[in-house]
C-alpha cells in the first residue's frame, strides 16, 4: 500500500456478491470501509461470502489469519446509506442493473455528498454519461467496473463519462493499483466498456454455433477453453494477431467476417430458454444442469483454478506493495486532457 493515498474511507452501497468482494478487497488492503444494504440478512450473507473467501485465502497462503481480523475491524457494515457514506472519498455503487434505480441513488448521493467525494459506478456496462446527468458534479463520476469474483479477478475497468474529469479517472487508477488490481482506462463511454463488449461478441458467435447445429455446448465451451481462452491469460487478442502474422489474421478475416453471426438481437434459442425458466445457475438449469451441491463446488473450482493461474502469470496473485514497479503502458500515463476520448 502507499502513503500517499487521495482514498482512505470507502462507502460500498449493495452488498451482494459484487459489492462484499469489492469490501473485502478494499479492507484487506487498509481502507476504512463501510458497507449498506436494505436488511440485515443481505449484510450477513455478504459477511459470510467475505469470510468464505478470506478462508480460500488463507489457505492458499494469499492471506494471513491477522489481516483477516484486521481487515475485519476495518470493515463496517449499516442498513443506513447516510452512515454508509459519511466521511467517505469515494462511494462504489454495486445495486441492480437497472439505470432508474442508479440515477435515483447519484441523485442522493450527490445531496447528502460534497463535490470532492468521487461517486463510482460498478455498472457492467449502463451509460456512465447517463447515471452522472443525476449528479451535482458529474465531472466526479466515473465507472469503476470490476470483475467477477472481484475478490480473485484483476480488470478493473475505469470508465469515463463525458463529464468526467481525469483527475478522477487517475485517483481510481491509482486506488485499483494500490489494491492489486489491473485497471484500464475505457476513454468513450460506449455500452458494454472494453470487457463486456470481448464478452459478448464470443457469446454470440457462440450462441450460433449452437443454433446452427455446428456444435454442441460441450464442445464449444472446450473450444474455448482449451484453445484462444487458455493463451488469452497471458496476451490478448491483439497480440495474438502480432504473434500470428497480420497478414494471415488479413487473410483469414477477409473470408472469415463474412460468415461470422452478424445478429442484432438474442437469437430464438436463447429467448425460448429464457422463458422456460431456464436462467443458468441459478435456476440449475441453462446449458448445462447444476443438480444438487454442483454449483458450489464448480464456484469453488472456478475460484482455486483462478487463483492458480495468476500465480503462474508475471507477477502472480499476491498481495499490492508500494515498491512494486509500475507496469508498462501506465494507464495512468494516457489519460492525458480533460477532453481525450470524449469525441
Known amino acids: 500500500m502507499t502513503d500517499d493515498r487521495s482514498i482512505l474511507r470507502v462507502a460500498i452501497i449493495g452488498f451482494g456478491t459484487m459489492g462484499a468482494g469489492i469490501a473485502e478487497?478494499?479492507?484487506?488492503?487498509?481502507?476504512?470501509?463501510?458497507?449498506?444494504?436494505?436488511?440485515?440478512?443481505?449484510?450477513?450473507?455478504?459477511?459470510?461470502?467475505?469470510?468464505?473467501?478470506?478462508?480460500?485465502?488463507?489457505?492458499?497462503?494469499?492471506?494471513?489469519?491477522?489481516?483477516?481480523?484486521?481487515s475485519r475491524l476495518r470493515l463496517r457494515t449499516t442498513q443506513c446509506l447516510s452512515e454508509a457514506i459519511d466521511q467517505a472519498e469515494l462511494v462504489i455503487e454495486c445495486i441492480p442493473e437497472e439505470m432508474k434505480l442508479k440515477k435515483k441513488l447519484f441523485a442522493e448521493l450527490s445531496r447528502q455528498c460534497d463535490c470532492e467525494t468521487i461517486l463510482a459506478s460498478n455498472t457492467s456496462g449502463l451509460s456512465i454519461t447517463s447515471i452522472a446527468s443525476?449528479?451535482?458534479?458529474?465531472?466526479?463520476?466515473?465507472?469503476?467496473?470490476?470483475?467477477?469474483?472481484?475478490?480473485?479477478?484483476?480488470?478493473?475497468?475505469?470508465?469515463?463519462?463525458?463529464?468526467?474529469?481525469s483527475e478522477t479517472a487517475s485517483i481510481l487508477v491509482a486506488t485499483a493499483k494500490d489494491l492489486g488490481k489491473t485497471p484500464i482506462v475505457v476513454h468513450r463511454d460506449v455500452p458494454g466498456f472494453v470487457g463486456n463488449r470481448l464478452q459478448l461478441s464470443v457469446f454470440r458467435e457462440a450462441l450460433h454455433l449452437l443454433s446452427a447445429g455446428i456444435a454442441t455446448a460441450e464442445d464449444i465451451d472446450k473450444?474455448?477453453?482449451?484453445?484462444?481462452?487458455?493463451?488469452?491469460?497471458?496476451?490478448?487478442?491483439?497480440?495474438?494477431?502480432?504473434?500470428?502474422?497480420?497478414?494471415?489474421?488479413?487473410?483469414?478475416?477477409?473470408?472469415?467476417?463474412?460468415?461470422?453471426?452478424?445478429?442484432?438481437?438474442?437469437?430464438?434459442?436463447?429467448?425460448?430458454m429464457v422463458?422456460?425458466?431456464?436462467?443458468?445457475?441459478?435456476?440449475?438449469?441453462?446449458?448445462?444442469?447444476?443438480?444438487?451441491?454442483?454449483?458450489?463446488?464448480?464456484?469453488?473450482?472456478?475460484?482455486?483454478?483462478?487463483?492458480?493461474?495468476?500465480?503462474?502469470?508475471?507477477?502472480?496473485?499476491?498481495?499490492?506493495a508500494a515498491s512494486d514497479?509500475?507496469?508498462?503502458n501506465d494507464p495512468e500515463a494516457e489519460l492525458g486532457s480533460e477532453s481525450m476520448g470524449q469525441e
Open 25 to 70: 478487497r478494499f479492507s484487506e488492503c487498509g481502507y476504512e470501509v463501510t458497507a449498506t444494504d436494505v436488511n440485515e440478512q443481505r449484510l450477513n450473507a455478504g459477511r459470510a461470502l467475505i469470510a468464505h473467501n478470506q478462508e480460500m485465502l488463507v489457505e492458499r497462503g494469499l492471506l494471513a489469519v491477522g489481516e483477516v481480523e484486521e
Open 134 to 165: 443525476s449528479a451535482v458534479c458529474p465531472e466526479r463520476v466515473a465507472g469503476y467496473h470490476w470483475w467477477n469474483p472481484p475478490h480473485i479477478m484483476p480488470l478493473v475497468e475505469v470508465v469515463r463519462g463525458e463529464q468526467t474529469s
Open 223 to 272: 473450444a474455448m477453453t482449451a484453445g484462444p481462452g487458455l493463451r488469452y491469460g497471458l496476451i490478448g487478442p491483439l497480440q495474438t494477431a502480432d504473434l500470428g502474422g497480420l497478414d494471415v489474421f488479413h487473410a483469414i478475416s477477409e473470408y472469415l467476417f463474412p460468415e461470422l453471426s452478424g445478429a442484432q438481437a438474442p437469437p430464438g434459442l436463447l429467448g425460448k
Open 275 to 320: 422463458e422456460e425458466g431456464k436462467h443458468g445457475a441459478k435456476s440449475h438449469e441453462g446449458f448445462f444442469s447444476y443438480p444438487g451441491g454442483l454449483l458450489s463446488k464448480l464456484v469453488e473450482t472456478r475460484d482455486r483454478y483462478l487463483v492458480d493461474l495468476l500465480e503462474l502469470l508475471p507477477g502472480g496473485a499476491k498481495k499490492p
Open 325 to 328: 514497479p509500475p507496469p508498462e
